[in-house]
């Protein structure tokens, strides 16, 4: 019985560590342009994290999402989706590395589960966006304006192979299907898990 509880610690402990050091790599992280933001939130799955200042005078929120670790193939996407949960529905800020390890940074709108990322407007304005690489993470830089002048929403984010410089399919493993969550811009809540 011992020996269980002592199990049952360690694995404790390790996840307690784990989590801790989550978090510090999201608030310590530092950003080529020097920007400074108020909320970071280390996301649960797919080696991500999301950064951000609202600003509630014109309800707008800077944020950056980035992905740490990412493939020179890869294209990374983090979505609001404010009607539903889940992929479709989603309004989506997409980076895809190029084969010259260029990043182009834009907005798609998510419409069915057969997507292909293409670009498109948002439902929602998005005054700015770009995307860079730096020491293998992908960031995307972008300035929302929230609808509604909502400040909790549903989130999704996820990472995907490049064919032919355009996105591919993104894997159907346990940490895409958990890639779903919500996320509240002003108390800095955040909730994860979930079938994307």
């Not at 999402?65 to 992929?87: C, E, K, P, Y």
């Not at 192979?161 to 346990?174: D, F, I, S, W």
Request: net charge neutral; with cysteine; charged share 10%.
């Amino acid at each position: 019985m011992g020996k269980i509880f002592g199990v049952l610690f360690c694995i404790l402990i390790s996840n307690l560590a784990s989590s801790s050091y989550a978090q510090q790599n999201c608030n310590s992280y530092a950003f080529s342009r020097n920007t400074i933001y108020v909320t970071c939130v280390s996301l649960p799955v797919l080696n991500s994290h999301l950064h951000w200042n609202y600003h509630s005078s014109n309800s707008t929120v800077d944020l950056a999402f980035r992905h740490a670790g990412s493939d020179t193939s890869q294209w990374v996407a983090w979505a609001l989706n404010i009607n539903g949960q889940g992929m479709v529905g989603a309004q989506a800020l997409v980076a895809v590395t190029g084969s010259n390890g260029s990043v182009q940074a834009y907005t798609s709108s998510v419409t069915s589960y057969s997507t292909g990322l293409q670009p498109s407007p948002l439902s929602f304005d998005v005054p700015s966006i770009t995307a860079e690489r730096v020491n293998g993470d992908v960031v995307i830089y972008a300035t929302l304006v929230l609808p509604r002048g909502g400040t909790r929403f549903n989130q999704v984010w996820q990472v995907g192979p490049v064919n032919n410089g355009a996105p591919g399919m993104h894997g159907l493993g346990v940490d895409n299907r958990m890639s779903i969550g919500s996320v509240d811009f002003v108390s800095g809540e955040t909730s994860a898990g979930g079938n994307a």
